[in-house]
């Protein structure tokens, strides 16, 4: 991806879409926050006049300021209530809504990006980098803001109080202003750096977790220790770096801060000396002074922080701007329900362009039939169904169900009328009956259960601790693997689609699981158009049609019986299994 492209589209400019649905409560914030500023040059006006009333020694009217600044004190603060739950409310429905956004266009992505992507990555940026810039726009908002506004009114008091005064503070301003620049877009730079490196540390521990019963195995604990030590090394001078820059920063800023109040101090004596300035209008401008140390630090630091934001907008908005290579046409029709008639025309499709996988291939599936796909590892098979369902577009021919084009009509439901029983069952964190209605945010518990009767699985589910309520622990770890290929035997058979796909369904199980998923896959594929995918001839000698593969293309075609006499491939590849 092009960094230096994707910046001139990348920027706080770009979350206006997400905060313009919540401006009545950032202008009622903002109007909160124009009530607070204005009582900071009233508070720095009484500090002068309590001064000058301590000089005199009147008790009385130091005691009536001090109730009036308690009871200011107490309304500034209300107001800055309102002000900051109304930002946090503001900013924390934007995040949302943002995050919301990324995880929808995120499944619109192609299933292709997703085999290159780093899932640790997509993880970090999802939740990590969206909370930075939600935290970011609350102190824009929050502190930010309301301190530039605290800036610009104090100011304006001191310049009415004294404005030689105030013109001899800005010496120094500028100086500052750069600074602040300077440090604020090397932040940015470092704190990319070091959240993309956090982002290769959650890429590894999800591999290294996910991957532990093989790290053990080969009793590989060190090398994945050390490897876990490499990055989290990485990140750690990343980080550093950062820190170090922003230590350095405070202590510039810290001192210019001390000159300026010293300089302050020498030249505001210089105007009371010359009779320029009063005792009490002195002390009022040292407090406005004062009011302004608080702002300026904040300023300071929420800019660093605006910085490494930045770098946090940039990575959320490089997944936004990617692309579909599978994209749904504008105002597509849903595809009506179908027969199951499958028609390849012509198809050719690669991964890489010098590779091609298939190479003008035809086929005609008629409704109810049940197609076999065999072939050596590489020829093809998987690749053939997964365009079906459109997880990949082919570069060349068209895919027709029931005589309609797939490119046509909606993916959602082109996807909702085929079934696919994977090799490897993926179960996710939530009840039996929850993963059996896997999509369905609603469910007839009692349709749950007459399909994992059809799935072989109601004897299992029945004897777990709550039944279809047991809680599924991450990947399905505490099932066996012919336990959780019957829950997907039952998902796809509440889905009821005419179209199923059976990829490698039984090649990972023994030969007692195996039995039962076949009894139930025979249940499933009962009146329906069924591809099976398999290395294992015995489960496909029942089907109607064996289509065996070879480079990209269909090199026979027949029954078992059919493709066994001429001793071909097929009989080659039979006689290998059951010589």
Same mark, same amino acid.
Request: aromatic share 10%; with cysteine.
């Given at each position: 991806?092009?960094?230096?492209?994707?910046?001139? #589209?990348?920027?706080?400019?770009?979350? *206006?879409?997400?905060?313009?649905? +919540?401006?009545?409560?950032?202008?009622?914030?903002?109007?909160?926050?124009?009530?607070?500023?204005?009582?900071?040059?009233?508070?720095?006006?009484?500090?002068? +006049?309590?001064?000058?009333?301590?000089?005199?020694?009147?008790?009385?009217?130091?005691?009536?300021?001090?109730?009036?600044?308690?009871?200011?004190?107490?309304?500034?603060?209300?107001?800055?209530?309102?002000?900051?739950?109304?930002?946090?409310?503001?900013?924390?429905?934007?995040?949302?809504?943002?995050?919301?956004?990324?995880?929808?266009?995120?499944? =619109?992505?192609?299933?292709?990006?997703?085999?290159?992507? %780093?899932?640790?990555? *997509?993880?970090? $940026?999802?939740?990590?980098?969206?909370?930075r810039i939600g935290e970011v726009v609350h102190k824009i908002?929050?502190?930010?803001?309301?301190?530039?506004?605290?800036?610009?009114?104090?100011?304006?008091?001191?310049?009415?109080?004294?404005?030689?005064?105030?013109?001899?503070?800005?010496?120094?301003?500028?100086?500052?202003?750069?600074?602040?620049?300077?440090?604020?877009?090397? *932040?940015?730079?470092?704190?990319? =750096?070091?959240?993309?490196?956090?982002?290769?540390?959650?890429?590894?521990?999800?591999?290294?977790?996910?991957?532990?019963?093989?790290?053990?195995?080969?009793?590989?604990?060190?090398?994945?220790?050390?490897?876990?030590?490499?990055?989290?090394? $990485?990140?750690? $001078?990343?980080?550093?770096?950062?820190?170090?820059?922003?230590?350095?920063?405070?202590?510039?800023?810290?001192?210019?801060?001390?000159?300026?109040?010293?300089?302050?101090?020498?030249?505001?004596?210089?105007?009371?000396?010359?009779?320029?300035?009063?005792g009490s209008s002195f002390v009022s401008y040292i407090t406005?002074?004062?009011?302004?140390?608080?702002?300026?630090?904040?300023?300071?630091?929420?800019?660093?922080?605006?910085?490494?934001?930045?770098?946090?907008?940039? $990575?959320?908005?490089?997944?936004?701007?990617?692309?579909?290579?599978?994209? @749904?046409?504008?105002?597509?029709?849903?595809?009506?329900?179908?027969?199951? %008639?499958?028609?390849?025309?012509?198809?050719?499709?690669?991964?890489?362009?010098?590779?091609?996988v298939l190479l003008n291939l035809n086929l005609v599936v008629?409704?109810?039939?049940?197609?076999?796909?065999?072939?050596?590892?590489?020829?093809? %098979?998987? &690749?053939?169904?997964?365009?079906?369902?459109?997880?990949?577009?082919?570069?060349?021919?068209?895919?027709?169900?029931?005589?309609?084009?797939?490119?046509?009509?909606?993916?959602?439901?082109?996807?909702?009328?085929?079934?696919?029983?994977?090799?490897? &069952?993926?179960?996710?964190?939530?009840?039996?009956? @929850?993963?059996?209605?896997?999509?369905? &945010?609603?469910?007839?518990?009692?349709?749950?259960?007459?399909?994992?009767?059809?799935?072989?699985? #109601?004897?299992?589910?029945?004897? !777990?601790?709550?039944?279809?309520?047991?809680?599924?622990?991450?990947?399905?770890?505490?099932?066996?693997?012919?336990?959780?290929?019957?829950?997907?035997?039952?998902?796809?058979?509440?889905?009821?689609? =005419?179209?199923?796909? *059976?990829?490698?369904?039984?090649?990972? !199980?023994?030969?007692?699981?195996?039995?039962?998923? @076949?009894?139930?896959?025979?249940?499933?594929?009962?009146? /329906? &158009?069924?591809?099976?995918?398999?290395?294992?001839?015995?489960?496909?000698?029942?089907?109607? /049609?064996?289509?065996?593969?070879?480079?990209? /293309?269909?090199?026979?075609?027949?029954? #078992?019986?059919?493709?066994?006499?001429?001793?071909?491939?097929?009989? /080659?590849?039979?006689?290998?299994?059951?010589?």
């Amino acid at each position: 991806m092009d960094i230096k492209a994707l910046k001139t #589209h990348s920027s706080y400019k770009q979350l *206006l879409p997400y905060i313009r649905p +919540h401006w009545r409560t950032f202008a009622q914030a903002v109007f909160f926050t124009l009530i607070y500023t204005v009582f900071w040059p009233i508070l720095a006006w009484l500090a002068g +006049h309590m001064a000058q009333y301590i000089g005199q020694g009147e008790v009385k009217a130091i005691a009536e300021l001090a109730g009036i600044t308690v009871l200011l004190f107490f309304m500034q603060k209300s107001v800055q209530y309102a002000k900051d739950t109304l930002m946090a409310k503001a900013a924390l429905a934007m995040t949302f809504d943002v995050r919301n956004s990324v995880y929808a266009h995120l499944q =619109r992505l192609s299933l292709s990006y997703f085999e290159t992507a %780093k899932t640790g990555d *997509l993880s970090y $940026r999802l939740t990590e980098d969206i909370d930075r810039i939600g935290e970011v726009v609350h102190k824009i908002f929050q502190q930010f803001i309301p301190c530039i506004l605290q800036l610009i009114v104090v100011l304006g008091y001191m310049v009415w109080l004294n404005w030689q005064l105030t013109l001899a503070t800005f010496l120094l301003a500028p100086m500052m202003a750069v600074l602040i620049g300077w440090f604020g877009e090397r *932040l940015r730079q470092f704190s990319r =750096r070091s959240q993309n490196h956090v982002s290769d540390l959650a890429t590894l521990l999800t591999e290294l977790f996910s991957g532990i019963r093989l790290v053990q195995a080969f009793a590989a604990e060190d090398y994945a220790l050390m490897q876990f030590s490499q990055e989290a090394e $990485r990140n750690r $001078r990343a980080k550093y770096q950062a820190e170090r820059l922003k230590s350095f920063q405070l202590t510039v800023v810290g001192f210019l801060e001390a000159v300026c109040v010293l300089l302050l101090f020498f030249l505001g004596g210089w105007q009371v000396s010359r009779g320029n300035l009063t005792g009490s209008s002195f002390v009022s401008y040292i407090t406005a002074v004062a009011m302004l140390i608080d702002p300026i630090s904040l300023v300071s630091s929420n800019y660093n922080e605006y910085k490494q934001g930045e770098a946090s907008v940039d $990575r959320i908005f490089e997944l936004l701007i990617m692309k579909p290579k599978v994209a @749904q046409k504008p105002n597509a029709p849903a595809l009506p329900p179908v027969t199951g %008639k499958v028609e390849y025309r012509n198809v050719s499709f690669s991964y890489q362009l010098d590779r091609p996988v298939l190479l003008n291939l035809n086929l005609v599936v008629m409704p109810g039939e049940m197609i076999a796909v065999v072939g050596a590892s590489g020829a093809g %098979k998987t &690749t053939l169904v997964n365009l079906l369902p459109r997880f990949y577009d082919p570069q060349a021919g068209e895919i027709f169900i029931d005589g309609i084009n797939i490119k046509d009509v909606t993916l959602q439901s082109l996807r909702r009328q085929i079934g696919i029983v994977p090799q490897e &069952t993926i179960l996710f964190s939530g009840t039996i009956a @929850q993963n059996i209605a896997f999509g369905q &945010t609603e469910f007839d518990i009692e349709a749950v259960e007459k399909a994992a009767k059809i799935a072989n699985a #109601h004897q299992f589910i029945s004897q !777990l601790p709550q039944g279809y309520y047991t809680w599924v622990g991450e990947r399905g770890v505490n099932l066996s693997g012919g336990q959780r290929q019957r829950i997907a035997i039952a998902r796809a058979v509440l889905l009821n689609p =005419r179209i199923l796909i *059976l990829d490698e369904a039984t090649s990972a !199980l023994d030969s007692e699981s195996e039995a039962l998923v @076949q009894e139930a896959l025979e249940r499933l594929m009962e009146d /329906r &158009t069924v591809f099976i995918i398999a290395h294992r001839l015995a489960t496909v000698r029942r089907s109607d /049609r064996i289509l065996v593969m070879e480079k990209g /293309r269909i090199v026979e075609s027949g029954t #078992h019986k059919e493709l066994l006499a001429p001793g071909g491939r097929y009989a /080659r590849f039979y006689s290998q299994q059951f010589n």
